[in-house]
């Protein structure tokens, strides 16, 4: 999708743009490599503070996906000056800066400019073991994969700008969004996983499509393990799902073959676009059973949700389960 590009070329690019992965990684020396993201968009919510938190989670996730730690953060902001208060402006970058704080980097500067539309994100820079780093390419058949934070954001988010979503709904997207993916790195690296990636705008199914592309497998999921927020399939039944979710569907088309008595409600939401998603972590069999101990133990959810199985084409495989 975001990889068109020529292909930049370097030894010590270890991670680059060819396999679609969450950032890039550069080898400093034997020792250490540095971990580039950079991520920014237009508000999801309305409080400019939680605003800010939810674009600094899903920075760092970029990061935690490969098996880093965060060290250094810097802000891109686009403001209407004149427009909106500055207090606002404000807001947003002190849910930015306490996030990024609560990850124990620093933030370290940035840049605004003038813009119509306020827009929000961060470039982060971490630090990873150059032998230690996950990227979306090493799955293997028979690895289990898990998911640590439950689909349906984007339809809570549609519904939320439409006024259609009720406080408990509002509070469990929010409490997602601005959570870390933190532990579930963590539990990735304990469980000696072979492929993390972490589900953003493309939903699960475009970054699990990402993942068995790059690593030359194919997948098969269990719809009835993968968690989904509460009101999600209700709100998507009133018609609240972005227009993303249909296009990551019409996009994977031909990859993806689903159970017959599968409904169209219910692959909408498995390409859900995500902000500040979860991890989507690709476990060898024999660590399968500590995964879903640490993972539980940690909070998360603890299913496996489908398997990485042998396949010629980058094909996803959807049972009801
Ligand atoms: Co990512
Ligand atoms: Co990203
Ligand atoms: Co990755």
Redesign the pocket.
């Known amino acids: 999708m975001l990889c068109q590009l020529d292909p930049v070329e370097d030894p010590d690019l270890l ?1 680059g743009s060819s396999t679609c ?3 890039a990684v550069f080898r400093l020396n034997d020792d250490m490599a540095v971990v580039q993201t950079v991520d920014y968009f237009t508000p999801v919510v309305d409080d400019p503070y939680t605003f800010g938190s939810i674009t600094a989670a899903n920075a760092l996730s ?1 990061i935690y ?2 098996g880093a730690k965060p060290l250094l953060a810097l802000n891109i902001i686009g403001f209407p000056t004149g427009v909106l208060p500055l207090e606002v402006l404000v807001a947003i970058l002190k849910g930015g800066a306490d996030k990024i704080k609560e990850a124990g980097a620093l933030l370290a500067g940035g840049h605004t400019i003038e813009d119509k539309e306020p827009k929000y994100g961060l470039a982060v820079t971490g630090l990873v073991h150059p032998e230690r780093i ?3 390419a090493g799955a293997r058949v028979g690895d289990s994969l898990f998911l640590t934070k439950p689909l349906g954001i984007g339809i809570v988010t549609t519904a939320i700008k439409g006024d259609l979503a009720d406080k408990l709904a509002y509070q469990e997207a929010v409490n997602l969004m601005v959570a870390l993916n933190d532990r579930a790195a963590r539990v990735m690296i304990e469980s000696k996983a072979s ?4 589900v953003t705008g493309f939903g699960l199914l475009g970054h699990l499509y990402e993942m068995v592309a790059a690593s030359g497998v194919g997948a098969k999921l269990w719809l009835s393990n993968i968690p989904v927020l509460e009101q999600a399939r209700s709100l998507a039944a009133m018609g609240m799902i972005p227009a993303g979710a249909y296009r990551n569907l019409q996009y994977l088309d031909q990859m993806l073959k689903w159970e017959n008595s599968i409904e169209e409600i219910d692959r909408l939401i498995l390409a859900d676009p995500q902000t500040s998603g979860g991890l989507l972590i690709a476990v060898p069999r024999e660590q399968a059973a500590l995964a879903v101990r640490l993972l539980s133990a940690a909070g998360l959810n603890g299913r496996k949700i489908g398997e990485i199985i042998e396949s010629t084409l980058p094909q996803i495989l959807i049972e009801k389960g």
């Open positions: 991670v992965d969450d950032a970029d996906a490969m996950i990227t979306n492929a993390c990636t972490d």
